[in-house]
């Protein structure tokens, strides 16, 4: 059974940064995709960012590019996300996420289908 468990969210005021993890365990995690999507209030989930396991390959969304990095640790099986410069509108839950090979249901980011997500992480930026 895929596990995703994410840590490190917070509450910081704009311009502040903040580092999420996410630990994958019952998951092939060096032949795949890790990656991270958000949802804010009354918006749709987007992806935010992945890299490839077996890799390192990265793939970012426009409106994080510059400011966040994605970084893996394959000896713990362990993504993050290093977010800096952080807007009031990166304002979101933050959910991991892992590629999901059978193409029977998740949300598509860069090509890869995603679908198997951790529990989310709130992240808030003041201005």
């Known amino acids: 059974q895929v596990q995703l468990v994410e840590s490190g969210g917070g509450s910081v005021q704009a311009g502040g940064s903040l580092r999420l993890s996410c630990a994958a365990s019952?998951?092939?995690?060096?032949?795949?995709?890790m990656g991270w999507f958000r949802q804010a209030p009354g918006k749709e989930r987007e992806g935010v960012a992945y890299?490839?396991?077996?890799?390192?390959?990265?793939h970012y969304a426009d409106s994080v590019l510059g400011r966040f990095t994605i970084s893996q640790d394959n000896a713990k099986n362990t993504v993050y996300l290093q977010m800096n410069s952080l807007k009031p509108e990166d304002t979101a839950m933050y959910y991991c996420?892992?590629?999901?090979?059978?193409?029977?249901?998740?949300?598509?980011?860069?090509?890869?289908?995603?679908?198997?997500w951790g529990q989310g992480t709130q992240v808030t930026i003041s201005s």
């Open positions: 890299i490839y396991g077996g890799g390192g390959s990265t």
């Open positions: 019952g998951y092939a995690y060096s032949d795949n995709y």
């Open positions: 996420a892992a590629q999901r090979k059978r193409l029977d249901g998740g949300s598509w980011f860069g090509g890869v289908l995603f679908g198997y």
